[in-house]
């Protein structure tokens, strides 16, 4: 057999399986016809999968006649993976399986110091999840680490972290005692990352994270665009306002000091579900607030729109408030922007606290799935 047919082999075999984990249910001969491969080379392939675990058999499906197809799904449970999100003051932690559900999470209150202390009981919570989730860890693909700050490219240590206030951290001192693979990732990467992967018909998006600080993510053809420096995404660098508000990162008018969460939740004591409660009860100050709030928010997403035309997913802590003002937002958009037209493409995210644990797991899934 020459290289270019074990070539082919791999290929169609990973096409097969990526077709099935996209439909979730196909029978043999649709494989066949999507592919655009014949019946028996299908039949071989699944077989083989199935044999090593990765493939079981569905429902039956209907037929005209003639004997009953049966369908084609994934075993989810083939593998998994974890992922930890490091925030200044929360850790949360999720083992997700091949269909990107959640089999186990935990999130519990640490304020991040830098210590061995703090990373061996993070280390110690991952390894009672999988454990408490009867997870065999030979199935455990590797530990994805989402962190606020910006990373190296090979995601084997934090350059620099304002909200943790480290740098020059190594992957491999977050991570020491811990048996699996693991990598760091930007936090609202892995969140725009997570997103995305849950609407499959999506290829391109910016997700903006409007957390305690902004950030974002550029997701194009279903990967994370990093940039050259890993600073792509930065948004709440962004200026908005010329000599305006001053940034935490020595700048003014960046967006972050107009559009993070901070804006509102320091009208309410810091709690912005309060301040959400408030506002929707009528509060007249915070009302006015609000209206601020949106019409600088609105600046920031015209700007994202004329730079990428793709669908704008918003996230972060302000993520989970955000469906109920959401025809608000597009509506202000639309009387700004230059190319008229549906604001339908602005959307809020659909994860509530757990995008970036997800998407820190994903990077293990990811990579798996495409070369299986
Ligand atoms: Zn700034």
New binding site residues.
């Given amino acids: 057999m020459n290289l270019s047919s074990v070539e082919k082999k791999r290929t169609n075999r990973n096409r097969i399986y990526q077709l099935i984990y996209q439909r979730g249910s196909i029978s043999k001969p649709e494989i066949a016809a999507q592919l655009g491969i014949s019946l028996p080379t299908a039949i071989q392939n699944v077989k083989t999968l199935q044999k090593e675990g990765f493939l079981r058999e569905g429902e039956v499906l209907d037929s005209t006649g003639g004997r009953k197809a049966i369908s084609v799904i994934c075993e989810k449970n083939a593998r998994f993976a974890i992922g930890t999100d490091i925030t200044r003051n929360h850790v949360s932690i999720v083992l997700i399986n091949l269909a990107t559900e959640i089999i186990e999470s935990t999130r519990f209150e640490a304020p991040y110091e830098n210590t061995p202390a703090y990373y061996q009981k993070v280390v110690e919570l991952i390894t009672a999840l999988v454990t408490a989730a009867g997870v065999n860890p030979a199935d455990v693909l590797g530990a994805g680490f989402s962190v606020p700050g910006v990373l190296t490219k090979d995601g084997q240590m934090i350059i620099y972290s304002h909200v943790l206030q480290v740098s020059a951290l190594s992957c491999s001192t977050v991570s020491r005692g811990l048996s699996y693979p693991a990598v760091l990732c930007n936090d609202a990467n892995a969140a725009g990352f997570a997103e995305l992967w849950r609407h499959k018909y999506r290829t391109n998006a910016v997700y903006l994270s409007l957390s305690d600080s902004v950030g974002g993510a550029i997701l194009l053809h279903n990967e994370l665009y990093p940039g050259e420096n890993q600073r792509g995404g930065e948004f709440?660098?962004s200026t908005l306002v010329r000599d305006g508000l001053p940034?935490?990162?020595g700048?003014k008018g960046?967006m972050?000091a107009y559009c993070s969460a901070l804006v509102l939740s320091r009208h309410t004591g810091g709690n912005l579900a309060l301040f959400f409660e408030r506002l929707k009860a009528g509060d007249a100050e915070l009302q006015a607030v609000w209206e601020q709030y949106l019409s600088y928010l609105t600046m920031a997403l015209n700007n994202l729109a004329v730079s990428f035309d793709c669908d704008i997913i918003l996230g972060g802590y302000l993520g989970e408030y955000l469906e109920a003002y959401i025809d608000d937002l597009r509506k202000s958009v639309a009387r700004i922007t230059t190319f008229l037209g549906n604001e339908d493409y602005i959307t809020a995210c659909t994860y509530k606290k757990e995008a970036a644990a997800v998407g820190a797991a994903l990077l293990y899934i990811s990579p798996f799935i495409k070369q299986l």
């Fill in positions: 709440g660098h940034c935490y990162c700048q960046c972050d």
